[in-house]
């Protein structure tokens, strides 16, 4: 862990992240953002190859879990329900409390823990807080919002330096 939020890798989408190679690190939960990493902003549908890595992922034994800020009512709950996976609304990332709260339900510990997101500032810098191996995807769709281009031009220099350290 270290104290500025560089993620350990950048990976072009979650489904680049090999289930086998989590096990193999004693991986046994992962903690996934939703918006713009598991799905684009206003999709709610479960993408079949979302779906086909959450099947490797349990075939491997590692739990996926769904860690989302979203304060849309419902729309955590939805995603997660279709893709058969616990969630988690309103987790307040970048604070820890949620990712705690979310070890503690599934019966892990940060060092068996990994969370997947798109954004430094809330997923990366979260994880960092709590402990836990922060993995950064690209964004799946920045357009849309000139404020995420701003963001992810912030966010590069952390990217860039993420992109030497990965995880698997
Ligand atoms: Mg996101």
Same mark, same amino acid.
């Not at 989590?22 to 999709?43: F, H, I, Q, S």
């Not at 949620?98 to 823990?113: D, I, K, N």
């Given at each position: 862990m270290s104290l500025l939020p560089i993620p350990?890798?950048?990976?072009?989408?979650? #489904?680049?992240? +090999? &289930?086998?190679?989590?096990?193999? %690190?004693?991986?046994?939960?992962?903690?996934?953002?939703?918006?713009?990493?598991?799905? &684009?902003? %206003?999709? +709610?549908q479960p993408p079949p190859a979302v779906a086909a890595w959450k099947e490797e992922l349990a075939r491997c034994g590692i739990q996926l879990f769904l860690l989302s800020n979203s304060r849309k009512p419902g729309r955590a709950r939805q995603f997660a329900e279709q893709l058969g996976i616990p969630y988690q609304?309103? +987790?307040? %990332? &970048? %604070?820890?409390?949620?990712?705690?709260? /979310? *070890?503690? =339900? *599934?019966? $892990?510990? &940060?060092?068996?823990?990994? *969370? $997947?997101?798109?954004?430094?500032? #809330?997923?990366?810098?979260? /994880?960092?807080? /709590?402990?836990? /191996?922060?993995?950064?995807?690209?964004?799946? =769709?920045?357009a849309g919002n000139p404020g995420r281009y701003i963001r992810y031009a912030v966010e590069t220099p952390f990217r860039l330096l993420g992109k030497r350290r990965p995880f698997v």
């Open positions: 350990r890798g950048v990976y072009p989408s979650v #489904t680049d992240i +090999s &289930p086998r190679i989590l096990a193999e %690190k004693g991986v046994r939960l992962v903690l996934a953002d939703l918006d713009n990493t598991l799905v &684009p902003y %206003k999709v +709610s609304g309103h +987790s307040g %990332k &970048p %604070k820890k409390a949620g990712y705690l709260r /979310a *070890m503690e =339900r *599934m019966g $892990v510990t &940060p060092a068996q823990t990994v *969370m $997947v997101g798109d954004q430094i500032f #809330t997923d990366t810098l979260g /994880a960092n807080n /709590a402990g836990v /191996a922060p993995l950064l995807v690209e964004p799946i =769709r920045l």
